[in-house]
């Protein structure tokens, strides 16, 4: 087999939409876990629901209503255009907006259950000496929920890399733009290409491996060191 | 001068009740709060920290900390407080526990000096044992030299032996930085080593405002020697009856005629009194 003219595009382009998320999704989900798990609003039950959404609806309802949602037909995705000439479906943002939705829940959750583990008296220390709500999540929270903080980076990362559907149907699969490594697996497969989707499909298969390998190694040895189980 | 009246609606074991108290308190006192467990002990505690709402007023020296339903928020009292599970920050060195209250290194090793803590400053909590633990507690507690210390049970997970060590650190630290301290306890022996006023709560009221001597000792009248304890078993022997009575961690022996042990049931609070003999001490 002749690897030396094998496509790294989709790769790349796998790779750099999970990092964007990844990064978007941690700085909105960081400040909405917290809240979700110090509050006792009735809103909260409420909130969960929609957060988690994505984890049971198909990718393609997901996607669909994106599609709805953002294209030029519709008055948010013409406002887009219009103002800022920027088209929100089939390119590259519109994948990282998709993706933001899809994967949310999974870097919510993890975060939340970390929060939510946390001794409240020790928040409260932090409290009484002084230290502000952000302050205290910044510093005595975040440090002290790594595993699940950890667990939370990877699985969104991970779950981004490894989506289809949703990308599918907002982003098209145009070359260099929007077609991720397992949209370009399909493709090979649909042209009956069994020789790449099966280089590309081991690729996936091994990072991956390995990636959630490093995580539960990691997160044995952290909760060895400071006696969290 | 502390002077807090306040009220607050609770959840009781025994369905509402009000916590109501109108108390004043004395700069560098120490104060034990003390009573059955839902009597409202820890929730006073925790409006005067600011970590539980409440209606009324409480100023300490002149600041307000609370008017009717507006509460100044924890972080602006400048307190200290101690709880029960230690609450250590699991992430730092014990010096970076105290440091993360007020960058004072100074003061920082003076504490751990004081209680002979100096040489762990550099473990992370997860390494020390809880008395160690409770130690840097209540180094931190101090590190914002707070008008006032509160302390939730502190030593009530410890053993008997390191309570004692403890109730000497936290007596020493208190004359040292002349703080007011509040303290949540059961123990009546704890009480007495450390309070110098008792406020009794029963059902959200303080019913007892007085020293621990009065509080707590149990002799009345003529009679010379009374222990609180538990009747755990009354046997039946021949003609007599013998109850077992635990007293603390000791069990004793009483004879009963039959008369007082059909009135007696198993389970209750019971006195136990002499008045015949004078007790000894030996060691």
Known sequence: M?????????????????????????????????????????????????????????????????????SYNSPIGAFFEETFGIKLVFNFTGLVI??????????????????????????????????????????????????????ALIVTFAHTVGEFGVVLMVGGSIPGETKVASVAIYEFVEILDYSQAHVYSAIMLVMSFFVLLGVYIFNQHHSKRIGIS | MININIRKELLGSSGKMDLEVDIKIEEGSFVALAGESGSGKTTLLRILAGLEKAEGKITV???????????????????????????????????????????????????????????????????????QKQRVALCRALM???????????????????????????????????????????????IYRLADRVLMLEQGKVVQDTNAKDAFLKTRGSQKFSLQGELLEIIEADILYIAIVAIGQQLVEVV???????????????????????????Q
Not at chain 1, 103 to 116: H, T
Not at chain 1, 129 to 141: E, P
Not at chain 2, 162 to 179: A, N, V, Y
Not at chain 2, 265 to 277: D, E, M, W, Y
């Open chain 1, 98 to 151: 998709a993706s933001c939705f899809y994967s949310f829940p999974f870097m919510v959750q993890p975060l939340q259950g970390g929060f939510e583990t946390l001794n409240k008296n020790m928040l409260e220390a932090s409290y009484v000496a002084g230290k502000s709500k952000f302050q205290t999540l910044v510093l005595v929270a975040l440090p002290n929920i790594k595993p699940a903080l950890l667990t």
């Open chain 1, 2 to 70: 002749d690897f030396s003219n094998l496509d790294f595009e989709p790769f790349y382009l796998s790779f750099k939409l999970a990092a964007v998320t990844t990064f978007i999704l941690f700085l909105i989900a960081v400040p909405f876990a917290w809240w979700l798990s110090q509050t006792k609003s009735k809103s909260k039950p409420f909130l969960e629901a929609v957060s988690s959404l994505p984890i049971v609806l198909p990718p393609s309802v997901i996607g669909f209503y994106i599609l709805f949602t953002l």
């Open chain 2, 61 to 131: 020296n002149e600041a307000l900390w609370l008017e009717g339903k507006q509460s100044l928020a924890t972080q602006k009292r400048g307190i200290g407080f101690v709880f029960q599970d230690y609450a250590l920050f699991p992430n730092m060195s014990v010096e970076k526990n105290l440091l993360f209250v007020k960058k004072d290194r100074t003061l920082a090793t003076k504490l751990l000096e004081m209680t002979h803590m100096l040489e762990l400053k550099d473990r992370l909590p997860l390494s020390l044992s809880g008395g």
């Open chain 2, 256 to 282: 009963l005629d039959e008369k007082e042990a059909k009135s007696l049931k198993v389970g209750q609070s019971v006195q136990v009194n002499t008045k015949a003999f004078a007790p000894s001490l030996s």
């Open chain 2, 144 to 190: 914002n030299k707070p008008s006032i210390l509160l302390l939730d049970e502190p030593l009530s997970a410890l053993d008997p032996s390191m309570r004692t060590k403890l109730q000497h650190d936290i007596l020493k630290l208190h004359k040292e930085f002349g703080t007011t301290t509040i303290m949540v306890s059961h123990d009546p022996s704890e």
